[in-house]
């Protein structure tokens, strides 16, 4: 692997147009770390846009200055995002105007044979898509880059789950979303957005325990699966959290709560609307409440703090508006998670 070169490069500067993410001349041969960008929407039931997230997050992510304050120089290993792979774009055009119909009727669809059809093949689209960002996290994992999925809806990182987990068995995903995405088949599609969770648990058995931080908006059904999981699922509901900081416990003992149950290798999978949706007004199903920004990077930081490593993440649901603000909030996280991931590895 070519190393990314900091000779001639002045991470005081400002970023130029034709750069990389975060301004880096750095390309994915060269890069530490890869981003793969999944513009991918197909089951979004609310409001669209975020398949234009990662060219979004791509923009905003010149402005992000390099120097960290916590993590220092995340930059210097080199950051990529590679180019989203064509056909995904075709397949999820396809398989936004086939899943259109089925939504509208809320995937009521029985002795619909033309909907019926239609849902074959948008699951089928689903799996497809899974395969392919599977095959890819795997070339750069076996490689020894530090991979990150940037969607997209919440089923983007599936197969990037699958194959980090089968790197590290015994893995726990430390999850900040305002839902739980446990439903099964949610509107009958199986890789909704809606059901990534639900999807990794019973599909990955490499992944040891699920930890969930924000989740305010979930359905009777999600929370039987919960209590059903016997401790493999951990819910940190916003309102409890919300409360015990109302009644005096601080952020920092709570985020040493939520770790503590995390396993040593944590993958993190990063929904943007599980934080405040100020910090998201255009994510695709907004829910008031959630976690302010300064709070969902002390939680990330009290991973890394504890002595527990971070082998992956992903960014979700990150939807642009008429300004840059989701995609600078997006950017910004995603340093984040980069940078603690890359002091875990030292
Ligand atoms: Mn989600």
Wanted: charge should be negative; glycine fraction near 10%; include cysteine.
């Amino acid at each position: 692997m070519a190393r990314f070169d900091l000779e001639g490069f002045d991470p005081n500067a400002a970023a130029l147009e034709d750069t990389g993410i975060f301004g880096l001349p750095c390309s994915a041969e060269e890069a530490g770390v890869v981003l793969l960008p999944v513009p991918w929407e197909v089951t979004t039931s609310y409001r669209p846009g975020t398949a234009r997230g990662p060219a979004a997050i791509l923009e905003a992510s010149r402005q992000v200055d390099l120097y960290d304050v916590e993590t220092g120089r995340p930059y210097r290993l080199g950051i990529a995002m590679v180019d989203p792979w064509p056909d995904v774009r075709v397949w999820n055009a396809e398989g936004r105007a086939l899943a259109e119909p089925i939504i509208e009727a809320g995937g009521a669809i029985e002795g619909r044979p033309e909907l019926e059809a239609a849902l074959a093949r948008v699951n089928l689209l689903g799996e497809r898509l899974n395969e392919r960002v599977r095959a890819e996290t795997e070339r750069w994992l076996a490689d020894g880059r530090l991979v990150g999925v940037v969607g997209g809806d919440h089923s983007t990182p599936f197969g990037a789950i699958q194959a980090i987990a089968a790197a590290h068995p015994g893995l726990g995903i430390l999850h900040i979303d305002a839902h739980a995405d446990l439903r099964e088949a949610y509107e009958g599609f199986t890789w909704s957005h809606a059901s990534i969770m639900h999807n990794v648990m019973t599909r990955v058995p490499d992944v040891a325990r699920l930890v969930q931080v924000g989740i305010r908006d979930l359905c009777e059904a999600e929370v039987d699966a919960i209590k059903g999981s016997r401790g493999r699922i951990v819910t940190f509901y916003d309102t409890e959290t919300k409360t015990r900081g109302f009644a005096g416990q601080g952020w920092a003992g709570q985020c040493e709560r939520m770790v503590e149950a995390l396993p040593e290798e944590v993958y993190i999978s990063f929904d943007i609307d599980g934080l405040d949706p100020t910090l998201c007004p255009n994510t695709g199903t907004p829910v008031p409440g959630g976690l302010d920004y300064a709070q969902a990077v002390m939680l990330i930081g009290t991973v890394v703090r504890s002595g527990r490593r971070i082998v992956g993440f992903d960014l979700n649901e990150v939807a642009p508006g008429d300004d840059e603000w989701d995609a600078n909030v997006g950017a910004r996280i995603l340093y984040k998670m980069i940078g603690w991931a890359l002091a875990s590895r030292e």
